[in-house]
């Protein structure tokens, strides 16, 4: 079995939720002898695989060249569409192009839509924001994200890095993120935060940077980002949507109290075991912080996302649906 991945240029340049993702569910399909390619645009030639797999239906626009690219191949289309509407968010941050752009590209992805075999969505509430924004009824089968938990020797992380009891944020420094009001309650709570991740937008980077609460720790590999997490007092995610956040999935199996946005699938992995918050609301986000900061470590989260969102486990319905598509792609032939 020989598989495409497809998915938008800077992937790796640019490494987010949808790269690890991707970088993911390679790994593990290769343990199960799975061929797989990533192709991020300079992949012409698609004749060679039996399933092209597209990623993110989001930004849309390089996955729509894939699609139709796939299309004049006569391939197996599939597409994990790590889709939530961002309407409200852009209203909110009066972003007027990227709403235009939003409402126009639509055409786009209810094309892909339409021309896929099966979609996989990270959650049943994706699927359904999916079905009420085009109103098609795709065919789908729900793949949970999975984690990976480090089992190497701890540090000691703020012996290495200064720092006393902190507040962690792992994700890429941006607006959609919203470190610069999670900046801001950390500030007026007298807690120091401790920001992971690339840096997407400079100048919203340096509003954030502008409170001396605030340490920037750059990119960080697995194995520092475990002992990142283990040494935090909560880690907090207060973005405008996730789905779930793969960061929050690592903190909650590496044994840290999260703070989660409710916006997005979240409550579908986490359920009760977290503390929720607006991201469109900062005393919200303040309330959540100290609610949590107070809370002992939540044993039954950790065992509940080791157990359940594994990435072995994970990856077994993908792989058997892979194996169904093949077998009815063969018998009709198209």
Not at 70 to 97: H, M, Q
Not at 197 to 223: A, E, Q
Request: hydrophobic residues 35%.
């Amino acid at each position: 079995m020989r598989v495409l991945f497809c998915i938008r240029g800077d992937c790796f340049k640019n490494f987010a939720g949808d790269s690890m993702q991707l970088v993911k569910t390679a790994q593990y399909l290769r343990e199960k002898k799975v061929k797989v390619d990533i192709n991020t645009g300079l992949v012409q030639d698609y004749s060679p695989y039996d399933i092209i797999h597209l990623f993110n239906l989001t930004r849309v626009e390089e996955t729509y060249k894939y699609y139709k690219k796939a299309k004049e191949y006569k391939k197996a289309i599939v597409l994990s569409p790590i889709y939530w509407n961002l309407k409200r968010y852009y209203n909110y941050v009066r972003d007027n192009k990227n709403l235009l752009l939003w409402d126009k590209l639509n055409m786009c992805r209810k094309e892909i839509l339409r021309g896929c075999r099966l979609i996989y969505p990270n959650s049943e509430l994706e699927n359904i924001q999916i079905q009420n924004d085009f109103h098609i009824n795709v065919p789908y089968k729900v793949i949970y994200n999975g984690v990976e938990v480090e089992h190497r020797a701890l540090y000691n992380f703020k012996e290495t890095y200064g720092l006393k009891d902190y507040v962690l944020c792992v994700a890429r420094v941006c607006s959609r993120k919203n470190q610069l009001a999670l900046s801001r309650v950390c500030s007026e709570l007298g807690l120091q935060l401790v920001l992971i991740g690339s840096i997407n937008d400079i100048d919203y980077f340096n509003k954030c940077m502008s409170y001396d609460n605030v340490r920037y720790l750059g990119f960080m590999d697995d194995y520092n980002l475990y002992n990142a997490y283990r040494n935090a007092k909560i880690h907090v995610m207060p973005s405008f949507v996730e789905t779930p956040g793969l960061s929050s999935l690592e903190a909650a199996a590496s044994g840290c109290n999260i703070v989660s946005t409710a916006e997005g699938s979240t409550r579908e992995y986490f359920k009760d075991m977290c503390i929720y918050c607006s991201p469109y609301n900062e005393y919200s986000i303040k309330t959540a912080i100290s609610t949590c900061i107070e809370i002992k470590n939540h044993k039954d989260l950790k065992d509940h996302i080791i157990k359940n969102y594994n990435w072995k486990k994970c990856i077994n319905p993908l792989f058997e649906s892979y194996r169904h598509i093949l077998n009815q792609y063969r018998i009709g032939g198209s």
